[in-house]
């Protein structure tokens, strides 16, 4: 039996500040040079003093750019106290109110009197937990993202790609699958969190999870929400995540992605509303998905046009099924 949770994995505040503050955080704290622009003229901090509570820290100093402090925030672990690898943050007025003044807190802590309403939600992740049996479930359903029809303007992201990335490992790539678009506003990542947690953090759980992670940045947050604070605009999105899941599954063309059976897969086309030289279009592509490379490999193989390949796909939806089977 499946299970499935939905909420908030991370938040990310921003605030943009002058030189002068940067550098005073920098002269009271314990911070870690992670990096400098071009030129020179430019550093990069990370303060992890926090990051056992779920608060890492980072700050940006320029003199030719405006100067930044970045809260990257995993609530569940903030109003804990501990690190939560697994649970996800469900979102509330009284719940961010709580958060908020932990964050408080720590900004009291490190120096800094600027009001937290003056920070801007710059990320946020859409998260769901998957909950599956067996391990190998986990690996067959990232497998079937994996075969995604390409989205427009987006393109697989692998680790290494990201400049701030710090997953080394090897095998990162075989247990997740990412994908972003070109302006950077938005991702969506696939990932066996059991993986993960084991190999980066050392941290071994009974439960075999797959993450499905959809990440906004700052633009995306903007168009989506009404409110203008980011305390709404959390309450607002944790009520959106099965939602805007929803609408990014519907453009993988992974709605409905647990595989069932070749054999019931045909029944379910004969039994269908469509006409017969529909259905028999639906049956090859059934045939040549099983064992696909990818989405994109079946439509170049069955020489289908890709604006009618898509509303095939569409009808693999409307009758409630996935396309690869097993």
Known sequence: MITNEYGIHTFSLKLQCKYSEIQNIIEQNECIRTGKGKLGLSSYYQMPQFKDI????????????????????????LLAGTYEPTALFQTDEKSVQQIKHRLRNILDKIGVDRRLKEFKLSRCDLTRNLYYERKADVQDRLDIFKKSFPIPHYSAVKFGKYSNSDEKFKGANKHSWTVENKSKSCAFSVYDKSYKLEKRHHI???????????????????????????????????????????????????????????????????????????????????????????????????????????????????????????
């Open 204 to 326: 071994v759980i009974d439960d075999r999870i797959l993450r499905l992670e959809l990440r906004f940045g700052r633009s995306k947050i903007t168009k989506l929400t009404k409110s203008k604070d980011w305390e709404s605009q959390l309450v607002e999105f944790g009520s959106q995540i099965k939602k805007q899941q929803h609408k990014f599954f519907h453009r993988l063309h992974m709605a409905h992605f647990d595989p069932i059976s070749i054999p019931e897969l045909l029944d379910c086309i004969n039994a269908s509303k469509y006409r017969e030289k529909t259905k028999r279009k639906l049956r090859r592509i059934v045939k040549k998905a099983n064992g696909c490379v990818s989405l994109a490999a079946v439509q170049k193989d069955c020489r289908i046009k890709k604006s009618e390949f898509i509303k095939l796909l569409g009808k693999f939806e409307e009758m409630g099924m996935g396309i690869i089977s097993y």
């Open 54 to 77: 779920g608060v890492e820290i980072q700050l940006g100093q320029s003199v030719s750019h405006p100067c930044w402090l970045i809260l990257i925030v995993n609530p569940s672990s």
